[in-house]
Nanobody, 115 residues
Framework: QVQLVESGGDLVQPGGSLRLSCAAS????????MSWYRQAPGKERGLVAT???????NYADPVKGRFTISRDNAKNTVYLQMNSLKPEDTAVYYC?????????WGQGTQVTVSS
């Protein structure tokens, strides 16, 4: 049974930092491409960052230089380090795994950036 469980979402002030985690199970994590997406109220879900099975990364323009995606294959976990947070980063953040033709999603974790 495939599971992706996100954690780490919280309320944080502008300029603050958070680290999100996504713990995976039920598939070969080390061979998968892992991504973080986010969805703000009234907006479509959009890609934030991706890390391939060999560690190549890609970021959406709004988060470049502020967010860092990483993975620990020994722990079957992908992370999203978010620095210099802005109110517009407020959203539900989702983890996605892609392995061959299959895609799996987590349930999401809420990040709120507000003073």
């Amino acid at each position: 049974q495939v599971q992706l469980v996100e954690s780490g979402g919280d309320l944080v002030q502008p300029g603050g930092s958070l680290r999100l985690s996504c713990a995976a199970s039920g598939f070969t994590f080390s061979r998968s491409v892992m991504s973080w997406y986010r969805q703000a109220p009234g907006k479509e879900r959009g890609l934030v960052a991706t890390i391939t099975n060999i560690g190549n990364t890609n970021y959406a323009d709004p988060v470049k230089g502020r967010f860092t995606i990483s993975r620990d294959n020994a722990k079957n976990t992908v992370y999203l380090q978010m620095n210099s947070l802005k109110p517009e980063d407020t959203a539900v953040y989702y983890c996605k795994a892609r392995l061959l033709l299959s895609e799996y999603w987590g349930q999401g974790t809420q990040v709120t950036v507000s003073s």
